[in-house]
């Protein structure tokens, strides 16, 4: 059975500090690994996708990793802010383009 | 360039009753996807639709079906509502399926947020 599991389920972090979160999966058969946001009520924003061929993925202060060896994906968050505040989602891609799985997600709230 | 776009945006309906739900695909899109989001949970995968046909399915009873129509963009119908089916139902456009670098990236809609009573 594929599952994702992002730990913790929430977060709060000071305004400035940088912003580690967390995603796993059991199969490394992983056809790409693409991170959400979420904002209260709403839909979801693509940030990040990598595909399996690849190492990381960067836009702006964001950087995502991917280790399939270990299933594991980071994304990172650099210098944090009040706006950043939301659910992070990673979602594992498995056959082409076919079906997401999702974590639970990760509730982030960053402190003015 | 439009982005996905879902109607209605809330919806409230009795056990037992039937529900449909639009979604409209990104320009230039032709593959849709929907999930259903419970409240506190990451989104799970229904269907989804490439060119007019059903291209995987997720874990979900018969009575969700789905339709995708010739301009893409698709409908969700949901027959014998359960309590259990409140929850935000997400579409999710992308281009063709396989296409790399970015072509699988899902783009979503805002949301039709179901509540049965």
């Known amino acids: 059975k594929q599952e994702v599991t992002q730990i913790p389920a929430a977060l709060s972090v000071p305004e400035g500090e940088n912003l580690v979160l967390n995603c796993s999966f059991t199969d490394s058969a992983i056809y790409n690994l693409q991170w959400f946001r979420q904002d209260p009520g709403k839909g979801l924003t693509s940030l990040l996708l990598i595909q399996s061929s690849q190492r990381e993925q960067t836009s702006g202060r964001l950087n995502a990793s991917l280790d399939k060896s270990s299933g594991r994906s980071t994304l990172y968050i650099a210098a944090s802010q009040p706006g950043d505040s939301a659910t992070y989602l990673c979602a594992r891609g498995g056959a082409a383009g076919n079906k997401l799985t999702f974590g639970g997600g990760t509730r982030v709230l960053v402190k003015p | 360039e439009t982005g996905v776009t879902q109607s209605p945006t809330h919806l409230i309906k009795t056990r037992g009753q039937q529900v449909t739900l639009r979604c409209s695909s990104q320009?230039?899109?032709?593959?849709v996807s929907w999930y259903q989001q419970a409240l506190g949970q990451g989104p799970q995968f229904i269907f989804q639709y490439y060119r007019e046909e059903e291209n995987g399915r997720g874990n979900f009873p018969p009575r969700f079906s789905g339709l995708q129509f010739p301009n893409y963009s698709s409908e969700l119908n949901v027959n014998a509502l359960e309590l259990d089916d409140s929850a935000l139902y997400l579409c999710a456009s992308s281009a063709v399926p396989g296409q790399g670098k970015g072509g699988d990236t899902q783009y979503f809609g805002p949301g039709t947020r179901l509540t049965v009573l």
């Open positions: 320009s230039g899109h032709n593959t």
